[in-house]
């Protein structure tokens, strides 16, 4: 499975962004894909997930009402709409992929990873 980050960008505090993480390759139907963010000297956080047969949707605490996880089946490409962004959003964005359905926010779960885009919010 091959995961292809994108979207990142500067934006001021207050404003708004979307990623997109497109997958290919031996992707199979059950599954689970994820955001996590990792911050400059910090360690990797869990965004948000999203079932992909059913698009349930799981977010960490720090943008919960703030992002929404979606994704496009025809397109194989999850998305992370990110509003009302703050300082503290600022961080490297992956995308990841697991065969399973059941959600975790464990990054040891998830078996497949982009490459990360950069998000700078500036005040």
């Known amino acids: 499975v091959q995961l292809q980050a994108s979207g990142g960008g500067l934006v001021q505090t207050g404003g708004s962004l979307r990623l997109s993480c497109a997958a290919s390759?031996?992707?199979?139907?059950?599954?689970?894909m994820g955001w996590f963010r990792q911050a400059p000297g910090k360690e990797r956080e869990f965004v948000a997930a999203?079932?992909?047969?059913?698009?349930?949707?799981f977010y960490g605490d720090a943008v919960k009402g703030r992002f929404t996880i979606s994704r496009d089946n025809t397109k194989n490409t999850m998305y992370l709409q990110m509003n009302r962004l703050k300082l503290e959003d600022t961080a490297v964005y992956y995308c990841s992929w697991v065969a399973r359905d059941i959600p975790t926010w464990l990054e040891s779960a998830y078996d497949y990873w982009g490459q990360g885009t950069l998000v700078t919010v500036s005040s």
């Open positions: 390759g031996r992707t199979v139907k059950t599954h689970l």
């Open positions: 999203i079932v992909w047969s059913d698009a349930k949707e």
